[in-house]
């Protein structure tokens, strides 16, 4: 299928605009109704982005509400709970924090807020200026979080699957099978309620889940406590590409408000360091490290692929990279389909996602071999209009996945896959 931008592409910007609004529950979105029925942190950054294309004013509120949800100690949670809904799982109940004036969760996800709120700036700098001056000391702050409880040799590490946004990656394996989780208790999941099982993460990876949960609650999510024997921590080129890019937009809203950048500046090396560190020459990519046993995952996935949206321009990743683009019809996908655990249409094991394509794609574009972050935005869009806004999707056939009428995806499209999509510097 090709776009038609007359038709074709007006067509889906309009369905595009139709999901946001459909997801919006009032100053914030949900990724998609029943799924996600709550506000998930990079799921709503993207959603501010996708936003900024038809209501810039919608954007910025967007973020801002997510930061509603800030602990005294700086992070900011992977899902804010402004409403009960017993559809899904775990909720509320079982996370049992009281950190911030809204319930929450408490565990963070991957931190791109200062990156949009970069580009929310630059497309209007005197409605953002003020934006900014609030934001930043709560970013600052988030960054700082991340430095002092996730930072092991200088790159980041998730204490718990779910921090990573990927939460049944192959990059796990390693560190999850080393629990041994024990009784966890009954509970009933929702999400198979909603989509396949073959979809979504298996029993045994959610038992593991659980336990992670369970012994952080138990613990008073108290970093100091939860750092000590702690079960599950894997450092991760996702976590860490994203920061040190954030970091460098951080510095950037830094010097706007009047802000020093010392601080900042001296993370930035520090994650340099910490991401060379991740390379694993017999994978030939950057890759996940488990910091408790020092192996590497060997799993290439898309977030290998963000080091040029890190802004790191590593040659070594190239030959990884046109082969994927040559070899895979819609990529990124989460596991390299030459992994004997890649599974097409199983969540982080195989399938594509238009956010990591977003992300990579930008970096491709600033400083990757010339042409290949246009390519990959093509591709992705060619995915998108022929398959839908779906969660994710089949690499091999764009086969959709996951939740439908996707937030991010949506976004996605908005500000960055559609043909009519303006790029803000």
Request: charged share 20%; glycine share 10%; with cysteine.
């Amino acid at each position: 299928m090709s776009l038609d931008l007359k038709t074709d592409c007006a067509t889906m910007d309009q369905r595009a605009q139709d999901i946001l609004r459909g997801n919006d529950r009032g100053g914030f979105t949900v990724p998609t109704n029943g799924l996600y029925p709550y506000q998930f942190n990079w799921d709503s950054v993207f959603a501010a982005w996708g936003f900024a294309r038809i209501d810039l004013v919608r954007a910025w509120e967007e973020i801002e509400k997510l930061f509603d949800g800030q602990w005294p100690n700086g992070m900011v949670p992977h899902i804010v709970f402004r409403q009960y809904d017993p559809d899904y799982f775990p909720g509320p109940d079982v996370w049992g924090c009281t950190h911030a004036p809204v319930i929450t969760s408490g565990i963070s996800q991957p931190p791109v807020a200062a990156s949009c709120v970069t580009r929310l700036y630059a497309m209007d700098p005197e409605l953002g200026q003020a934006k900014v001056a609030v934001l930043m000391p709560k970013l600052l702050r988030w960054h700082r979080w991340f430095i002092e409880w996730r930072q092991s040799g200088g790159a980041i590490c998730v204490h718990h699957p779910w921090e990573s946004g990927r939460d049944n990656a192959a990059d796990w394996d390693g560190a999850m099978a080393a629990i041994t989780p024990g009784d966890v208790g009954n509970y009933t999941r929702r999400d198979t309620a909603h989509v396949n099982p073959a979809m979504r993460p298996t029993d045994e990876d959610y038992d593991r889940f659980l336990y992670l949960v369970q012994r952080a609650r138990r613990l008073g999510w108290d970093e100091v406590r939860l750092a000590e024997d702690a079960p599950f921590r894997v450092a991760d080129p996702g976590m860490t590409f994203v920061l040190l890019r954030a970091n460098r937009d951080l510095e950037q809203l830094a010097g706007i408000v009047g802000h020093p950048t010392e601080e900042i500046a001296g993370w930035t090396r520090m994650l340099e360091k910490g991401a060379a560190g991740l390379w694993n020459a017999d994978l030939g990519a950057y890759d996940s490290r488990d910091v408790l046993t020092g192996a590497f995952s060997n799993a290439l996935g898309s977030t290998s692929y963000l080091c040029w949206y890190a802004g790191l321009t590593d040659d070594r990743m190239v030959p990884a990279l046109e082969r994927t683009l040559r070899d895979v019809r819609y990529p990124m996908p989460s596991l390299d389909p030459g992994d004997g655990r890649f599974d097409s249409l199983r969540y982080w094991r195989g399938p594509t996602w238009a956010p990591v394509n977003a992300l990579v794609g930008l970096g491709l574009q600033e400083c990757g071999p010339p042409g290949t972050g246009e390519q990959l935005r093509k591709k992705t869009a060619q995915m998108i209009a022929s398959h839908g806004f779906a969660e994710y999707f089949d690499p091999r056939d764009g086969t959709s996945a996951g939740g439908g009428t996707f937030t991010w995806t949506a976004a996605v499209w908005l500000a960055w896959a559609s043909p009519s999509a303006r790029e803000v510097a």
